[in-house]
């Protein structure tokens, strides 16, 4: 599926001038409310588009939309106080972040009440990064979903965190590289 397969109208709607849209199937665990946890997100930018900087000599050189992006990701606590990230990583045309999400019993900044607070936060990063871009006439967009993955337990957060930590130095075998596909 591509991004213009996201919203395909029905053919039976045409009679009705009133769009139906085709149910997408989410790809979040049905056994989790992501209203509390650690969780890996990975956010790719549309067509995997290198938006957000570059990676020379093994060093991530963020561009004016990926510093913003960067930022974003540390501010995000002063805009969702049951938000954490304590750790991410900008790359040319992704970021992966671990975001903390704490109940309402453990904290005290109200909860959204309609949607996952996972997905409130991602929305809100997403919007607030392209929102910028647009101000600033910067070219940009992200792809219209998001992976996210669980944290379960110390093990899973470890290996998450060393790949955090490591991608920029892995980018030479990052899937999200397109130019590893590319031929000379």
Request: charged share 20%.
């Amino acid at each position: 599926m591509n991004d213009t397969d996201d919203c395909k109208l029905r053919i039976d709607s045409l009679s009705t001038n009133k769009p139906t849209f085709i149910q997408r199937k989410s790809p979040r665990a049905t056994f989790h409310d992501y209203n509390d946890g650690n969780y890996f997100v990975t956010i790719c930018t549309k067509g995997h588009k290198h938006y957000l900087g570059k990676i020379k000599n093994g060093e991530m050189k963020l561009s004016h939309i990926g510093t913003f992006a960067a930022n974003a990701l540390k501010e995000l606590p002063l805009h969702y106080k049951y938000a954490q990230v304590p750790l991410f990583v900008v790359m040319p045309n992704h970021i992966h972040a671990i975001i903390s999400i704490e109940s309402p019993t453990k904290n005290s900044g109200s909860m959204p009440s309609q949607r996952a607070a996972l997905s409130v936060v991602v929305g809100g990063f997403k919007q607030s990064v392209t929102l910028f871009a647009k101000r600033h006439e910067i070219e940009f967009g992200w792809q219209s979903r998001y992976h996210d993955h669980i944290i379960r337990g110390i093990h899973d957060g470890n290996n998450i965190s060393e790949y955090i930590q490591n991608n920029v130095a892995r980018w030479d075998r990052d899937c999200y590289n397109d130019t590893l596909n590319r031929q000379p």
